[in-house]
């Protein structure tokens, strides 16, 4: 259970946007990647290397949110041009577009049904949208800026959005209520997203700072203050034990969420990291920046010793009473809010000592190394990185169970792999008809277009004959 960690290693870059890459998304069966960028394009590379990337254009301005539907079957665009794009990832680039706002769409994001949409624009607006024939269901409007981000819960019962009005708001997706309001102080939150849990929130702030709050008790559980410049994004590890951050000073951080510590610092983009985000298993995470690049990153710190201790808390708790899995309450953090404020204050500012020492220390190896960024990636750990199994009990008990049930079976792989197919293949249809319904609307409004001027002909025709 004290085995050092492996380090993350880089094992794919990809080059081909022509602009700031803004958003990055990666496929849950880990074959495809997904990337939008300030140059209006949205991008579909595949991670086998002998397969050509896709670029879809269609967007007129730039996109600055791109996310994988749950199945994989469909990518949703958001774009600066106020419209939201559906594509199905493929050669044929075919796509429905729908306007969803009456300014630039900043974010979108499935829910976990894959069933609704969540946007958020500069309009100030949160609207929520069906996926199929993307039927507009309901607005959210207590924002009084541009909101940066909106995100379903794991449950898909709340809605969390991000403003520069400096207020993180938690809703009711049922009655449409705002339930909270979090306040941001020196600056607004960038991005913000639910821990798997769907106890807590994580926020990346302008204030170069990332915060952990829990949405029950509505207090601060961590605060994290180890970037030199504005955290852009973040993105939960699924066991819920790490979280990754991205920052306009060029790195990305991976915090140890259990132990209240930063992990790692890596350096490979150069300039700006503009977005980041863990694949569906944590085995991978892929990161976009300024630089217009793409890399791919293989996760390695989160192995066994950590699965093994999320199953041994998972049958020391699993006699104690927890609340139904249909009620709202989640399991808390058993660790005291107080005790994980403190603990985080002091890392980050043992840390913040730390941090230039380690920023020096890989930026020389990253100029010795610019010309083979594929094969080496810069990462600096921190010591004392070690765990032992009491530690874990500071973790939120449903990831813990999630990983269990999961890894003492369930649905055979094989019923999963013919339902996960049929899922895909009824997704494509959806989008299959949604595309035919827009041709057979475009055809009727041509014919209409053609009588109307026959019958403008045969008046003409008619007056020129009387005369």
């Known amino acids: 259970m004290t085995s050092a960690l492996s380090d993350p290693t880089l094992e794919r870059h990809f080059k081909g946007h022509r602009d700031t890459v803004t958003s990055v998304d990666i496929s849950g069966n880990m074959k495809q990647i997904a990337t939008g960028s300030m140059d209006s394009c949205v991008m579909i590379w595949n991670m086998k290397p002998q397969m050509r990337a896709y670029r879809f254009d269609g967007h007129k301005d730039a996109v600055i949110s791109v996310q994988f539907s749950p199945s994989g079957h469909l990518v949703a665009s958001a774009s600066r041009d106020k419209t939201v794009r559906l594509w199905v990832p493929s050669m044929k680039a075919e796509s429905t577009t729908f306007r969803a706002h009456t300014a630039t769409v900043r974010s979108v994001n499935f829910s976990g049904d894959g069933q609704t ?54 809703w009711d997706k049922n009655s449409r209520d705002c339930i909270h309001s979090f306040y941001e102080h020196a600056g607004y939150a960038n991005h913000v997203d639910f821990h798997p849990s769907g106890t807590c929130i994580a926020a990346a702030s302008t204030d170069n700072s990332v915060k952990v709050w829990d949405i029950r008790s509505h207090k601060m559980l961590q605060h994290y203050q180890v970037h030199s410049g504005v955290v852009n994004s973040l993105s939960f590890h699924p066991a819920g034990n790490f979280l990754i951050t991205a920052s306009t000073d060029s790195t990305m951080k991976i915090l140890d969420l259990v132990e209240g510590k930063l992990l790692y610092t890596l350096h490979g983009h150069q300039g700006p990291v503009t977005c980041v985000t863990f694949s569906r298993t944590g085995e991978y995470f892929a990161s976009g920046g300024s630089d217009e690049q793409v890399m791919v990153w293989k996760t390695n710190f989160d192995c066994a010793e950590y699965s093994d201790g999320v199953r041994l808390q998972h049958k020391t708790t699993s006699s104690s009473q927890a609340p139904p899995a249909s009620s709202t309450a989640r ?137």
């Open 331 to 467: 399991p808390p953090f058993t660790s005291h809010p107080s005790v994980l404020r403190s603990q985080a204050s002091e890392q980050s500012e043992h840390f913040n000592g730390q941090d230039s020492h380690s920023a020096a220390h890989t930026q020389s190896g990253s100029r010795s190394s610019s010309h083979s960024r594929a094969a080496h990636s810069h990462t600096y750990r921190n010591p004392s990185t070690c765990s032992s199994s009491s530690t874990h009990q500071g973790l939120p008990q449903h990831s813990s169970q999630v990983q269990a049930q999961s890894s003492d079976g369930g649905v055979p792989p094989g019923i999963a792999s013919t339902l996960e197919h049929i899922i895909g293949q009824l997704d494509i249809l959806t989008q299959t008809v949604s595309i035919l319904e827009q041709r057979l609307t475009l055809t009727e409004d041509k014919l209409k277009e053609c009588l109307e001027n026959q019958m403008e002909i045969g008046l003409h025709l008619q007056r020129r004959e009387e005369a």
């Open 117 to 170: 949409l969540v946007t958020a624009s500069d309009d100030k607006t949160i609207k929520v949208w069906t996926v199929h024939r993307q039927k507009f269901l309901f607005s959210l409007n207590q924002h009084i800026n541009w909101v940066r981000c909106a995100k379903f819960s794991p449950d898909d019962r709340l809605i969390v959005s991000s403003s520069d009005d400096k207020t993180i708001k938690l």
